[in-house]
C-alpha cells in the first residue's frame, strides 16, 4: 500500500503570497490531519478532515484554511504569507479519528 | 480542554530499559492515549496507543495509571535507532491534544 504523499516537498514564496499544499491520504483513510512543526513550536495541530467535513480545529489564524475532497484527498492553503509561517507541514492519515495516524514526508514551506 | 505535559528531555544508556512519562490530568473518559515518535528528518511515526488497560506490541509497551491521569512509555531495551522526539497525544473524536515532546538522547 502507498505511503501517505505529500507535495510539492520543497516551496519557497514570499511574504504576502499564498499557498496551497497537497495531501493524499493512504487509500482507505477517511481522516486527514495537519500539523505544522517549527521549531520554535514544536508539532501543532492545524485541523482534521474526515469524509470532506471539518471535525478539529487548531489555534490557528483565519489565514490557515483547508479542504478535503471525495476521494480524501486534502488540501490546505495558507493566505498572506508572513515570515512565521515559514515551517514543515505534515500531514498524516488514518482510517477514523482516533485510530493509527500515519505521516507523510512534509512540505517545507519557506517564506521570505 | 485536556492537556499532556511532559519531560522536555531525557537520557538512557543503550541496551536499558527507558520510562517516558506523560501527565494527562483532565483526560475525558472518550480520550485514547496516542504515543508517537519523531527521528531526525522524518515525520512522526506511531508506536502505540491504549484508552484504559495497558498494552504491548513489538515496538513498546503502554502503562496507563488507572486513573487514567498519567501514562508511561516504555522501551524495553533501548538502541541508538531510538533517539527521537517523543510524543504523547490525547485523541477524541471532537479534539486532538498534543504534548510538548520529550528529546530522547541514547548513550551508547
Known amino acids: 500500500k502507498a505511503g501517505v504523499t505529500q507535495t510539492p516537498r520543497y516551496l519557497i514564496k514570499t511574504r504576502g503570497q499564498q499557498v496551497t499544499l497537497s495531501c493524499s491520504p493512504i487509500s482507505g483513510h477517511r481522516s486527514v490531519s495537519w500539523y505544522q512543526q517549527t521549531p520554535g513550536q514544536g508539532l501543532q495541530f492545524l485541523f482534521e478532515y474526515f469524509s470532506e467535513t471539518q471535525r478539529n480545529k487548531g489555534n490557528f489564524p483565519g489565514r490557515f484554511s483547508g479542504r478535503q475532497f471525495s476521494n480524501s484527498r486534502s488540501e490546505m492553503n495558507v493566505s498572506t504569507l508572513e515570515l512565521g509561517d515559514s515551517a514543515l507541514y505534515l500531514c498524516?492519515?488514518?482510517?477514523?479519528?482516533?485510530?493509527?495516524?500515519?505521516f507523510g514526508p512534509g512540505t517545507r514551506l519557506t517564506v521570505l | 480542554d485536556a492537556k499532556t505535559t511532559q519531560p522536555n528531555s531525557m537520557e538512557s544508556n543503550e541496551e536499558e530499559p527507558v520510562h517516558l512519562p506523560c501527565n494527562h490530568s483532565t483526560i475525558s473518559g472518550t480520550d485514547y492515549i496516542h504515543w508517537y515518535r519523531q527521528l531526525p528528518s522524518q515525520g512522526p511515526e506511531y508506536v502505540i496507543h491504549g484508552l484504559t488497560s495497558n498494552v504491548n506490541n513489538r515496538m513498546a509497551s503502554l502503562a496507563i495509571a488507572e486513573d487514567r491521569k498519567s501514562s508511561t512509555l516504555i522501551l524495553h531495551r533501548a538502541t541508538l535507532r531510538d533517539a527521537a522526539v517523543y510524543y504523547c497525544?490525547?485523541?477524541?473524536?471532537?479534539?486532538?491534544?498534543f504534548g510538548t515532546g520529550t528529546r530522547l538522547t541514547i548513550i551508547p
Open positions: 498524516a492519515s488514518s482510517l477514523y479519528t482516533t485510530d493509527t495516524q500515519y
Open positions: 497525544i490525547l485523541i477524541t473524536l471532537e479534539k486532538l491534544t
